[in-house]
Nanobody
Framework: QEQLEESGGGLVQAGGSLRLSCAVSGRTITIFTMGWFRQAPGKEREFVAAVSWTGRNTYYSDSVKGRFTVSRDNAKNTVYLQMNSLKPEDTAVYYC?????????????????WGKGTLVTVSS
């Protein structure tokens, strides 16, 4: 059974950077689209970023485009989220996600497997 373990969250000042990692076990990520969602207090979980199984395409929400970069290292079975120019509104629990089916292109929240999440807090 696949397991996704996030790391790299923490407290950072506005304008700072963090890099999240998601190590996957129980499945080889090579043929699966991978990505990140987040959930802020009192809000619904929302899509943040995804990288297609080919690695050729990346997708971002409008709120993070130009500031966040998603990438994958298939040899390490790991996906990353580099977050720059962080804002207080980026404060949330960040969840790693993997598509349930292979060879997909985008992630949909009702068709992914989840990690347990890592908390990112951005102070003003």
């Amino acid at each position: 059974q696949e397991q996704l373990e996030e790391s790299g969250g923490g407290l950072v000042q506005a304008g700072g950077s963090l890099r999240l990692s998601c190590a996957v076990s129980g499945r080889t990520i090579t043929i699966f689209t991978m990505g990140w969602f987040r959930q802020a207090p009192g809000k619904e979980r929302e899509f943040v970023a995804a990288v297609s199984w080919t690695g050729r395409n990346t997708y971002y929400s409008d709120s993070v485009k130009g500031r966040f970069t998603v990438s994958r290292d298939n040899a390490k079975n790991t996906v990353y989220l580099q977050m720059n120019s962080l804002k207080p509104e980026d404060t949330a629990v960040y969840y790693c996600a993997t598509d349930q089916t292979p060879f997909g292109e985008r992630l949909q929240a009702d068709r992914v497997y989840w990690g347990k999440g890592t908390l990112v807090t951005v102070s003003s």
